[in-house]
């Protein structure tokens, strides 16, 4: 199964025993915007077979920090009880503005589970193919799913912190320009405004096209070029709670390279007042 799905590949696949769809939308619901229920969104319409993976709920609920990653056995369970466990091959779709779809790729691959791919443009692009929806909670068959690895490529603020200081992985940030440059105010209080140093800003959204759908080959290489970042040296992502990371990360899949996260992002930087701070532009 390649990493990047089309409808039309879902649609003939769909039916396939081993095969598991997983709607993976998350919506940030940042005070000031208009708020979104991903739950009720889905049971008003979704994929055909596609369970609800609520990402809020595959966080550590003891951790200080939004979207950290879960224990393993929480992973496993939560994985178990929605039937995507060992032996399955695993298709994930959003429908969210920060393309979730890709922390869940993220959050999977961290604990070994490889046969995991993303609808390319999320469940926009099943609805444009005029494809089915079904309507309300899908029951899935709980199935064993065991966590064969833990953190893998998933970095913490220590591992950061040597990176930024010895330039052991380069250091590519997700967010929008006026945040990593610290012209707008972080949406969460008490995080300062600005970026790690000698971080590279690549804001996520440049790595799709107008219609939603992944940016590919020298298109996707581009983008990563136009920002600074070398491709052939280690990368690290970073964004606000390591959401919109994950797409760099994926990205950077997509082009044979294999990129860490730092789960802890910006909130965790920026609002520890002994982490080094920059603003302006890269």
Not at 30 to 55: C, K, N, S, T, W
Not at 113 to 134: H, K, S, Y
Not at 203 to 209: G, S, V, W
């Amino acid at each position: 199964m390649p990493p990047l799905v089309s409808t039309r590949w879902l649609a003939t696949e769909a039916g396939a025993r081993d095969l598991r769809i997983a709607d993976a939308t998350l919506h940030a619901n940042f005070a000031g915007e208009p708020p979104r229920d991903a739950r009720a969104e889905f049971a008003a319409g979704h994929i055909p077979g596609a369970v609800f993976m609520d990402l809020a709920a595959f966080a550590d609920p003891a951790a200080p920090l939004p979207s950290t990653l879960p224990s393993p056995a929480q992973f496993g369970s939560r994985m178990a009880k929605l039937g995507l466990g060992d032996g399955t091959r695993i298709v994930l779709y959003d429908d969210a503005a920060h393309r979730t779809a890709a922390r869940a790729w993220v959050m999977l691959r961290s604990f070994g589970f490889t046969g995991v791919a993303i609808l390319d443009g999320g469940l926009a692009a099943w609805r444009a193919a005029g494809q089915p929806l079904a309507t309300g909670e899908e029951t899935p068959s709980p199935r064993h799913a065991t966590p064969r690895d833990a953190g893998v490529l998933i970095r913490d603020k220590a591992a950061m912190l040597a990176a930024q200081a010895n330039g052991t992985e380069q250091i590519v940030d997700a967010r929008s320009s006026a945040r990593f440059t610290g012209a707008e105010a972080d949406p969460r209080p008490d995080v300062a405004p600005g970026h790690i140093p000698g971080s590279r800003n690549l804001p996520y959204t440049r790595l799709f096209n107008d219609d939603g759908t992944w940016k590919r080959g020298d298109d996707l290489a581009a983008a990563f070029a136009e920002a600074g970042v070398d491709l052939d040296r280690p990368m690290a992502m970073t964004c606000g709670s390591g959401i919109t990371a994950s797409v760099l990360a994926f990205g950077a899949h997509l082009l044979g390279r294999e990129a860490a996260l730092y789960d802890g992002s910006w909130t965790e930087w920026g609002s520890d007042p002994a982490t080094p701070k920059a603003v302006g532009p890269a």
